[in-house]
């Protein structure tokens, strides 16, 4: 159970950095889902949700998601239903159950770096960028890798629309359990690859080799490199083998999705015959 001996609610990021700055036992807090069940007692909790950053702004160029969306918030933005195949929506359906998704918040999610996440895994594979108080925007690939050493508040979470179309297949071995592997693939319309594979039970990362050989076209060859490259650990929802036999199964899930979304994308497009007809 936690404890909190002071709650307070920022006036402005610049207040809620200060005040994350002030005692080693302050803390920024989400939805407070994963904080309730620690331990350690928190001096003073530093509530963002007065600074209007629960928006899932859907612009020209980019999408912003906020870092006091819910998880809840993600599943149902109809742009986010719509855009990247809907796979971040589709990512967060399966965690826990509605309440607790419309508690759950994207800032925390992204800032812990949890190695289950559901949600990092897509965002990975979609190119997102952090945009953190303090330390700037950065790509998320680098923030997972090198999160900077100073304690930060993570404000938003961009996504450019470079036209990516995107799958997200994750397995559990019950319905609202962690997964036991997550993997998410998209392409942007340049035919730029990405492959993230999370839950290894490690943290979500791309494969660079898998990624080479789906740009040339070899689904099959990608499934097993990134089965290959990557690192799996043992854990009490699966062993390493398990998860690499995972990893092979769900990459190549992905990779038909994606083939029988471009194939629909193209038959609903009108030909050239089809325009002479008319
Ligand atoms: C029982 C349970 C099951 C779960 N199952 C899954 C699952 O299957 N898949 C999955 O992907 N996730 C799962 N999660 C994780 C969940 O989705 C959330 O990521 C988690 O609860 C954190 O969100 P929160 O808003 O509740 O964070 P909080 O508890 O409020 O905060 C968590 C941490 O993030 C810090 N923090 C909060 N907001 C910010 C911010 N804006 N900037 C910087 N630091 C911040 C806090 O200080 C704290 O250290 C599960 C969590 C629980 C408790």
Not at 126 to 134: E, F, G, P, S
Not at 147 to 173: C, M, N, Q
Not at 175 to 182: C, R
Not at 259 to 276: I, L, N, V, Y
């Amino acid at each position: 159970m936690i404890s909190i001996q002071e709650y307070r609610f920022a006036e402005s990021l610049d207040e809620a950095l200060a005040l994350l700055d002030a005692g080693k036992r302050n803390r920024v807090i989400g939805g407070g889902m994963w904080l309730r069940l620690g331990h350690a007692g928190v001096r003073t909790a530093i509530d963002l949700s007065r600074l209007g950053l629960d928006k899932i702004e859907d612009a020209e160029g980019e999408v912003s998601i906020g870092a006091m969306a819910s998880l809840r918030d993600v599943e149902t933005a109809p742009c986010l239903r719509e855009l990247f195949g809907g796979v971040l929506s589709e990512s967060v359906k399966p965690i826990v159950g509605v309440q607790f998704r419309n508690m759950a918040t994207v800032g925390a999610s992204v800032y812990s770096r949890y190695g289950f996440s559901d949600l990092l895994t897509a965002l990975l594979a979609l190119d997102a960028a952090v945009v953190l108080h303090r330390a700037g925007e950065m790509p998320l690939d680098e923030f997972l890798r090198n999160p900077p050493e100073k304690r930060d508040i993570l404000t938003a979470v961009h996504i450019r629309k470079d036209g990516r179309r995107a799958a997200y297949r994750s397995f559990r071995r019950s319905k609202t359990d962690f997964g036991v592997l997550n993997v998410c693939m998209s392409v942007s319309t340049e035919g730029d690859w990405r492959l993230s594979v999370g839950a290894r039970p490690g943290r979500a990362t791309r494969c660079p080799e898998a990624e080479a050989l789906l740009a040339a076209g070899d689904g099959a060859g990608a499934a097993k490199a990134a089965a290959e490259n990557l690192t799996y650990g043992s854990s009490l929802r699966g062993s390493a083998d398990y998860r690499r036999h995972l990893a092979e199964v769900l990459t190549l899930r992905c990779w038909d999705a994606l083939r029988e979304d471009g194939a629909e994308a193209r038959d609903s497009e009108p030909t050239d015959a089809g325009r002479d007809e008319a």
